[in-house]
């Protein structure tokens, strides 16, 4: 299940047990109770900064020392196929060409609607403006299709050939930057510390569901989903098997990519199953709302969505499965997430423009995972404990994570998600200003009297639909998917160094599993079991990243 390929992986340690002697030999990651004795003493704070939608490739393809770069793909490693299996004769044009929108940088003009660069052969390539030059940084792109079921086609069993196939931006997703050596201050911090070249997006698709996956390893359940407001939302795969991979296209749909953009229907919700326990369940596997302010939906005087109203089909009930906070709590160890606009969002919960538009700030609902959870609900003292603002841009005295961060009072685990403008994703916000921003909250995390025992990862959700070469190993039906840019900086990083252990998402919550001496969460060990049943070694945890002598 899940359409991704079978590989053998390299891996780290999985949850807080001492790993087995093949997973430590296959790795070379420090093992045993000595090492989780020094590793418990050092690191006393893990922050996970967490950005949005690009792949590996599309920034950091030619990073000096990665494994597998992609000035050396060869044909068999990148050629794209249509639809049917045949070979693309070219890159199809881009509906609605690079940008949305007119665009000045630099006193260079960049207009809307148009394609700079034509009749593209069917290959990856460097984007490039009007003129010939370097596509900026700064620029707003076009968006891209980076959904469940289209990711798993387009990985296409780890051949990574139909990127093209199923997109919605045709040939966009073969794109990358040629300008991030000197222009992506990540590149520096990434060459100071460790770039992890082998890190896969947690789970396939958006960003919903990856948001998701970082805080529980598992999708949000929806129970008794053909009885409810939310039916309308059930995919059709091609088998018509809840596990199926296969979008089933409409019959409208152009059969190649030369002639058009895929058409499906719905699918945020997989088709129904029946659980061992006896319930009918779906999963929610792309974006649907939360069940609290901040969302989209008037809320009830409890507030919470009425969830008998066909209008608030899109938003998924309160979650009771167990998240990280949930292990973290039961172990009395502190974290919360800081939202950036969050406080500012809330305020604005049901305010309209005069067009009678919603006033949307730079904040994305569904990027708040813990916003789903019923034990983090309207009310609770969790809620006000562990769900913070992190307010707006780089000003210290409005950024509640910048002004925590310099001051000492980060809690032992972190998450900081930066507001929209801010998180790099293509169609509303540039790379530029996102590279800019984490950078600056790095310097803030330095200057930290918490940095001597601090671990940062710098992450993306998922690649936003660009295209990767390097095939996702095999996990189990939810992920992984494609290959994103990790970072790892910390006192205790290896200087200069590319990791190249396999890691997901889920990484991050084996590290804080075994900083903190937790219990694993259920989707953890059960992708880290289906890996070892195939003779997999299971995912790294980043310690391989760090030198704790």
Not at 341 to 346: D, K, P, S
């Amino acid at each position: 299940m899940g359409g991704a390929a079978a590989m053998a992986v390299g891996a780290g340690l999985a949850g807080c047990a001492s790993p087995q002697s093949r997973e430590s030999a296959v790795t070379g990651v420090a093992a045993g109770p000595e090492f989780d004795r020094s590793l418990r003493s050092k690191v006393k704070t893990v922050v996970v900064i967490y950005a949005e939608n690009r792949s590996f490739n599309n920034l950091f393809g030619d990073f000096p020392g990665v494994e597998r770069p992609l000035a050396a793909v060869k044909p068999e490693d990148y050629t794209q196929r249509d639809r049917d299996g045949s070979v693309l004769p070219k890159l199809p044009a881009v509906p609605g060409g690079w940008l949305l929108k007119d665009q000045t940088v630099d006193g260079v003009s960049y207009k809307a609607g148009q394609q700079y660069q034509t009749n593209l052969p069917n290959a990856p390539f460097a984007l490039k403006g009007p003129h010939g030059e370097n596509l900026p940084l700064s620029l707003v792109t076009h968006d891209l299709w980076h959904v469940f079921y289209q990711n798993q086609m387009q990985i296409n069993g780890g051949k990574n050939d139909k990127f093209v196939a199923w997109a919605d931006s045709a040939g966009f997703t073969m794109g990358h930057y040629a300008n991030t050596s000197y222009d992506l201050r990540m590149w520096d911090l990434a060459s100071e510390y460790v770039l992890c070249d082998n890190f896969f997006q947690g789970a396939f698709g958006g960003s919903f569901l990856n948001h998701q996956y970082l805080i529980a390893a598992t999708p949000p359940v929806y129970a008794d989903p053909a009885g409810s407001i939310a039916k309308f939302q059930i995919a059709t795969t091609v088998s018509g098997r809840p596990d199926d991979p296969n979008l089933k296209p409409l019959e409208v749909s152009p059969r190649s990519a030369m002639e058009g953009i895929p058409k499906f229907g719905p699918s945020a919700l997989t088709p129904p199953e029946t659980l061992a326990s006896g319930r009918t369940v779906s999963y929610a596997v792309n974006t649907m709302m939360p069940p609290f302010a901040p969302t989209i939906y008037p809320l009830k005087a409890d507030g919470v969505v009425d969830f008998t109203l066909d209008s608030n089909a899109m938003a998924v009930p309160p979650q009771t499965h167990e998240h990280i906070g949930d292990k973290l709590d039961k172990r009395g160890v502190g974290w919360a997430w800081y939202a950036g606009a969050f406080q500012q969002t809330l305020e604005m919960h049901g305010k309209n423009l005069t067009d009678g538009t919603p006033v949307i700030p730079n904040f994305q609902y569904h990027h708040q995972p813990f916003n789903y959870f019923a034990n983090l609900g309207p009310g609770t003292a969790s809620r006000a404990q562990h769900l913070r603002d992190g307010g707006l841009g780089d000003d210290e005295s409005t950024n509640r994570f910048l002004a925590d961060a310099r001051a000492g009072r980060l809690p032992a685990v972190t998450f900081y998600k930066p507001q929209g403008n801010l998180n790099m994703h293509a169609g509303y916000a540039d790379v530029a200003s996102g590279d800019r921003h984490i950078v600056h909250a790095v310097k803030a995390l330095r200057a930290s009297p918490q940095w001597e025992n601090m671990v940062v990862v710098i992450t993306v959700d998922e690649n936003g639909g660009w295209w990767d070469h390097v095939a996702p190993p095999k996990g189990d039906r939810w992920g992984p998917g494609t290959r994103v840019p990790a970072i790892v900086v910390s006192p205790f990083a290896k200087k200069g160094y590319v990791d190249h252990t396999i890691y997901d998402t889920a990484s991050i919550l084996r590290l804080v599993t075994r900083v903190y001496d937790l219990e694993p969460l259920d989707g953890v060990r059960s992708r880290d079991e289906a890996m070892r049943a195939r003779g997999q070694a299971p995912m790294g945890d980043l310690t391989n990243a760090l030198n704790l002598a």
